[in-house]
């Protein structure tokens, strides 16, 4: 048998077929000396294995063999599909396989850091599992993140990164549907894009340089040479210390910028159809992933509405003061009133994901659009998700003039920007555009509470390894 079955696809609709898979074998379970049970797993399913010594098929050897495999060794099994009388606990998979030939491909150390097997399991589970006098070890974060090529191999994390492509391929075909082109901009620049400290500084041959800290200016810079409609997905760094559930030093940005005809509600437009279609997608097309994920960490689906609701900066301040929360109508939400505020909402409209636009100019960054009818307000907006910002975006200062002296005011050194201002020089057209955490997305879409379990190999202000 040279055909390969996914342990992912192995249903009722199998029973009697012949099958061969690869997997790891995940736990093993010696019945005396003619009788093994292995779960062997392949990307986050699990199926059980049952090694039955038999005349001239399986030797008794072979069953010792199989029951002393050491976890997560990979193996190659040859079996047939049965489907016991009663149901199988602790699989994904609801058949068995019944083994007649079995291959260790590769072997694992006898000792492993971390047991799959206890990762894989929800706080009810653990709870349950103490209480009964189990003995199981509590696998902790940085126990997890320090060991993270066996962390993620746990159906939740095999979910969530499924997850996470899913996100970075709709944000794709959407955007190519819309017109948009694809470019790549720099990550070595010569200084900072948006301001502030939090800027990883090097030596750039000589010249001081820096780490992007968003492709922001050379986005707009492809809008100044014509592309019209552009986007990418590429790694932003900032070197902020922020010890948060929510910042890393490293996440993936996924960028758009766009000519403007008349108003910056074409930008929104944009956040609106690509969320919704996103969204709709990762409900319908990533069920499983959804589960395999919720198995381990519950969470309620997301409450989005067909057409994404848009509520005014002030609008948004008047609902905290009613609601008690005192905010300075030209200051910037902190975390505490942006959950509040999503509360309300969902109270209020009953969506989680929502716009919020119109903020107060001084609390945006300098290539921010101050509002035309009111100086005071910009032409920019952040997007949230169960109360946590996702995305921020404007419409973009087109005259050199005001965006040399914004950056100034903004404490920028305009001589560290001086190409990008010349841009703005040669005719520019109205544009906008923003910028959204791949991370922030899939874990608040997923409910989650830490963005380090959305990213492959987190880099927060302590880490950076593995
Ligand atoms: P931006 O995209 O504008 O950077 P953000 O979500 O990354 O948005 P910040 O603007 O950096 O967040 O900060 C927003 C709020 O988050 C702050 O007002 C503050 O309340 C909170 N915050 C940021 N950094 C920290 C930190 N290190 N510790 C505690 N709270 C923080
Ligand atoms: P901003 O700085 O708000 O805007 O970043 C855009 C989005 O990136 C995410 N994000 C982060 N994710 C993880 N760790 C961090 N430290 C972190 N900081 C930000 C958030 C945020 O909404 N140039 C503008 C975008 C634009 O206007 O086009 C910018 O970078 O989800």
Known sequence: ???????????????????????????????????????????????????????????????????????????????????????????????????????????????????????????KEIEEAL??????????????????????????????????????NIFRQFLLSEDFIEIHTPKLIAGSSEGGSAVFKLDYKGQPACLAQSPQLHKQMAICGDFGRVFEIGPVFRAEDSYTHRHLCEFTGLDIELEIRQHYTEVMDIVDRLFVTMFDHLNNKCSKDLEAVGRQYPFEPLKYLRKTLRLKFEEGVQMLKEAGVEIDPYGDLNTESERKLGQLVLEKYGTEFYILHRYPLAVRPFYTMPCYDDPKYSNSFDVFIRGEEIISGAQRVHAPELLAERAQACGIDVSTISTYIDSFRYGAPPHGGFGVGLERVVMLFCGLNNIRKTSLFPRDPLRIAP
């Not at 072979?62 to 489907?83: N, T």
């Not at 491909?105 to 097997?117: G, H, R």
């Open 1 to 123: 048998l040279k055909a390969w079955t996914k342990v992912g696809d192995l249903t009722h609709e199998l029973k009697g077929k012949e099958v061969l898979i690869r997997g790891r074998a995940q736990t093993m379970r010696a019945v005396g000396k003619n009788m093994a049970f292995i779960v062997v797993r392949e990307k986050g399913f699990t199926v059980q294995c049952v090694v039955t010594a038999q005349p001239d098929v399986v030797s008794k050897q072979m069953v010792k063999f199989a029951a002393g495999l050491s976890r997560e060794s990979i193996v190659d099994v040859h079996g047939v599909v049965s489907v016991p009388s009663i149901a199988i606990k602790g699989t994904t998979q609801q058949v068995e396989i019944q083994v007649s030939k079995l291959y260790c491909v590769d072997k694992a150390m006898p000792t492993l850091p971390i047991n799959i097997e206890d990762a894989s399991r929800s706080e």
């Open 131 to 168: 209480q009964a006098g189990e003995k199981l070890v509590r696998v902790n974060q940085d126990t997890r993140l320090n060991n993270r090529v066996l962390d993620i191999r746990t159906s939740a994390n095999q979910g969530i990164f499924r997850i996470q492509c899913q996100v970075c």
